[in-house]
């Protein structure tokens, strides 16, 4: 964790006017910005520790896209779905990769396959309904 992030801890009643520049309304809530100070994932209310680190993994791999890194997108969502496919983000990271593989080579052909392993593992997943058109 110390390697990737730089944890900050903010009490409301200290620093209200960051609580107002990132639309805390409640918490607790986890920000992850990029170097520059750009938010790249958000993550509310209290998970246990192994839902956390998914989330931790999904807001990395958000963060290397968002930066045009798309082979490191593309790696961190598709280890991601590989390593957690039993939580709620394997879905949401089997749809990303599949962005991310498109943006790195162009290949249109990784739609359609990554709709179909969707379809077929997660067929209640909001993600699947979003890369129904992939097919």
Known sequence: MSRQFQPVRIHIDEQPALFER???HFTPRL???DP???ERH???GYLPADDLLVQFHLGMAHAAFARGLWAEAE???RELAQAFSDTEAAPEALYWSAASAYK???NVAVFPVAASKLRH???QSIWTRKASVWL
Do not use: C, Q
């Open 75 to 77: 790696r961190g969502y």
């Open 31 to 33: 920000v992850m910005m």
């Open 104 to 106: 790195l080579t162009g």
């Open 42 to 44: 958000r993550i509310e």
């Open 22 to 24: 990132f639309g805390v």
């Open 121 to 123: 593992r997660y067929p």
């Open 36 to 38: 520059g100070g750009v």
